[in-house]
């Protein structure tokens, strides 16, 4: 999603891009369709979804590594340092000396994902990552870096200011449109006087922590809903189950952009847990602009990037790590419905004027142009 925004934006302003993603769905045959204005390919590939999707699948990698290398592109960005996003884009680079991006939007290493609890096999694929995240951003001509950690790391490793560049994640204003809360709430068979706090995401980190803050804000306020989409998490179902909230709780699972703009604009307040942590550190949430888009007030920690533009820009409220003091300031926020307004028109506003893709994709082709000079 990050290089698929980014890339439409960059159509919009003129430019022919090519977007090469993992099959969404097994196949032995080329792909290809179009996307605003984007061309989407997607390689033969019938391996299991966790390999294809995790840039690992030698038949994606094999098949990109062909069909890029009959092909000349004036600046190929490869989101990331997995051989499925590299290989293809060095070796197109070496053969047509166009100009070599690379996107660092996650800290893979023992300090970051590596360093969670895993299995063997992950394990070791993490100390694989960690050499190659750090040595592949040494063989490029510039560095897309998604957090000011990641950008600090990049100058330990000898990537010279000038070919780095910060690139947090954008907001789809395009597509999430700030839509009437009741309107909302009626199209989703919400009940217009609660009092609803949502989540959106994929990502498993602080999983645990936004349980534990939901549930708590469910038990201390009788008109307290929770909705989410993207991951769905059955303990927080089970939990709730047990203590007779779940009526309270609706887990809508994966939606289209869209369908989330629709389900954000439904609450009052969003909810995005930021622990301070390394590995949130060196990553950004790309939940960040679909929330400001939306219009609708954040509550998160003083972690990272995050807090000081939350707290800087005034779009929401830092809160505790402690989840029953976040239940409680999310309690306390609900008994002032004019500041949570106030908040999420300040987001949306801050969204359309500095943190829109369309920003992103302007900045980034002042950093293409730089490289280039």
């Known amino acids: 999603m990050r290089a698929l925004s980014l890339a439409r934006e960059l159509a919009v ?38 390999i294809r999707h995790g840039g690992l699948s030698p038949l994606d990698t ?9 092909r000349h592109f004036d600046v190929v960005h490869a989101f990331d340092h997995r ?17 070599l991006i690379s996107d660092w939007a996650d800290l893979w290493g023992h300090q970051g994902i590596a360093g969670q609890p895993a299995s063997f096999p992950r394990a070791l694929l993490g100390k694989i990552d960690h050499r190659f995240e750090q040595k592949v951003r040494q063989m490029v001509d510039g560095v897309t870096v998604i957090s000011s950690d990641l950008d600090r790391r990049s100058a330990e490793i000898g990537i010279p200011v000038e070919r780095r560049m910060l690139l947090p994640p954008g907001a789809s204003v395009d597509l999430i449109k700030v839509v009437d809360k009741s309107e909302a709430r009626l199209g989703l068979g919400l009940p217009l006087d609660a009092h609803i706090a949502a989540y959106s995401g994929y990502a498993p980190y602080d999983q645990a922590f936004l349980v534990q803050a939901a549930l708590e804000f469910l038990r201390r306020d009788p008109k307290a809903m929770v909705i989410s989409c993207g991951l769905i998490i059955p303990s927080f179902w089970s939990v709730a189950t047990t203590e007779g909230l779940q009526a309270r709780l609706i887990q809508y699972g994966t939606l289209p952009l869209s369908d989330i ?113």
């Open 83 to 99: 051989p499925a996003a590299f290989l293809p884009a060095w070796i197109t680079h070496k053969r047509h000396a166009g100009l």
């Open 13 to 50: 302003l003129g430019h022919s891009v090519t977007l090469i993603a993992s099959r969404s769905s097994p196949g032995l045959k080329i792909n290809e369709h179009e996307i605003q204005d984007v061309i989407v390919i997607e390689m033969p590939d019938f391996l299991p979804r966790r």
């Open 261 to 373: 703009g629709t389900v954000l604009a439904a609450s009052d307040l969003l909810m995005l847990p930021y622990l301070n942590s390394s590995v949130n550190r060196g990553r950004f949430p790309n939940k960040f602009g679909d929330y400001l888009a939306a219009g609708r007030p954040v509550i998160t920690h003083r972690t990272g990037d995050l807090g000081e533009i939350v707290e800087h820009n005034s779009v929401g409220v830092l809160s505790s790590e402690d989840p029953r003091e976040f239940a409680a300031d999310m309690v306390s926020l609900f008994r002032s419905p004019a500041v949570l307004l106030r908040l999420g028109m300040r987001g949306r506003e801050f969204g359309e004027r500095e943190w829109s893709w369309r920003f992103r994709a302007e900045q980034v082709l002042g950093f293409y142009q730089r490289l280039m000079s």
């Open 62 to 70: 094999a098949a990109r590594m062909i069909w890029t290398s009959q």
